[in-house]
């Protein structure tokens, strides 16, 4: 059995989508719909993951698979403020600790604003499409 790697090591593809319970031909298609997940590339094509792009890859999986998010919503997301503009990820102990709501009322409401944004900014495409097939 081999050691466990460091937080900060790279990680082939077939650890990736253990770690993140998800195939492998899901994360090559992520790549394609999001250029911000770029692993390196060794010879003969085998990626390599940065920390941060495991990272990235989980967030992007809790949008699509529990937050509701479409692959368009995430790419708004994405567009209008990188990847600084995604939701942060809300983990049970920091909704119970009191130092965990000390953001300011803006910096919460941009977080809102920006999920809104994205979301009706998806509604208007759907509904243009909508238009498209009608008439």
Known sequence: MSARKSDQ???????????????????????????????MKRG?????????DVELLRRIK?????????????QKLLAGGGVKNLPPEIE????TEPEANTSSASETAGLDTAA?????AELETIRDQLKKSLS
């Open 9 to 39: 090591a790279f990680r082939t593809i077939s650890e990736v989508a253990d770690e993140l319970d998800l195939p492998q031909h899901v994360l090559r298609f992520w790549e394609t719909k999001f250029h911000q997940v770029s692993p």
């Open 92 to 95: 049970p102990a920091a909704q």
């Open 116 to 120: 809104l944004g994205a979301l009706v």
């Open 44 to 52: 003969g094509g085998r990626r390599y993951y940065r920390p941060e």
């Open 62 to 74: 809790m949008l699509l698979h529990h937050d509701g998010y479409t692959i368009k919503g995430v």
